[in-house]
């Protein structure tokens, strides 16, 4: 924040004309203060990583930080095209602690090919990963993921959301801009808070070989002893406040 310091005590020792004299010369000093200012902080600001969305159409994802490295059509995860029509997000949890297991990482493994065993595409998709400074877009939200219950609805009708766990990451951030994020792709495709859902809503069938795993305790972190409670509450409040 730029203060104006008053100067009246100083301006009331001259005569009128040198006191607007000098009345003149701060403003003037004032404004290329703020010009100054400017210039300092568009000097500073990041320039945008291959692939961030750009333009004015994305002016509010520069807040959030979102970069699309989106999976290229044909490689694997996206052997085809599976068009979607999002009524549903769905929250996760990585579980992986390791370090360097932060969104960039994770969008590199998914264009590298991360393997998944007895779903439909043999690897394991989903639309967004989030840290706490920054989030990066693997497929394009109008299509199917494989993250929630192999073939089923989870899939077919929802929006994956993968919350970075590891160690040096801030889960307070990362939570908050997932909310954020929520909030955000809910009023883009007109979802009802009552369908952004943790991972454990959706049954997970095998497609393989039709075997039932029953509902996996995901997100952890948004978990009491592995139950929606409190937390799932709060975050869910996170939500809805960046929803209005």
């Known amino acids: 924040m730029i203060r104006h310091d008053s100067r009246r005590a100083v301006v009331n020792r001259f005569p009128l004309a040198t006191a607007e004299m000098v009345m003149v010369k701060l403003r003037t000093f004032g404004f290329l203060a703020v010009v100054l200012v400017g210039l300092l902080f568009s000097s500073c600001a990041a320039h945008p990583r291959?692939?961030?969305?750009?333009?004015?159409?994305?002016?509010?994802?520069?807040?959030?930080?979102?970069?699309?490295?989106?999976?290229?059509?044909?490689?694997?995860?996206?052997?085809?095209?599976?068009?979607?029509?999002?009524?549903?997000?769905?929250?996760?949890?990585?579980?992986?602690?390791?370090?360097?297991?932060?969104?960039?990482?994770?969008?590199?493994?998914?264009?590298?090919?991360?393997?998944?065993?007895?779903?439909?595409?043999?690897?394991?998709?989903?639309?967004?990963?989030?840290?706490?400074?920054?989030?990066?877009q693997t497929l394009p939200t109008n299509e199917t993921g494989e993250h929630a219950d192999y073939e089923g609805q989870g899939n077919r009708s929802s929006i994956g959301i993968e919350m970075c766990v590891n160690r040096g990451n801030d889960l307070g951030i990362t939570i908050d801009r997932t909310a954020q994020l929520t909030a955000r792709l809910m009023r883009q495709y007109d979802i009802p808070l009552d369908h952004v859902v943790p991972h454990m809503h959706w049954r997970m069938i095998r497609y393989s070989d039709n075997r039932d795993l029953g509902f996996k305790k995901c997100p952890r972190i948004l978990l009491d002893g592995g139950r929606l409670g409190p937390k799932w509450s709060a975050f869910i409040s996170k939500v809805s406040f960046y929803a209005r």
């Not at 960039?104 to 840290?131: C, I, P, Q, S, Y």
């Open 50 to 136: 291959r692939g961030a969305i750009s333009g004015a159409a994305a002016a509010g994802a520069a807040e959030l930080n979102i970069t699309q490295d989106i999976i290229p059509p044909g490689n694997c995860g996206r052997p085809l095209h599976r068009p979607m029509r999002p009524t549903f997000i769905t929250i996760h949890s990585t579980d992986n602690t390791s370090r360097s297991a932060n969104a960039l990482n994770h969008a590199l493994a998914m264009n590298k090919g991360l393997r998944g065993r007895h779903n439909r595409t043999g690897f394991l998709t989903w639309h967004f990963t989030v840290d706490d400074h920054s989030i990066y």
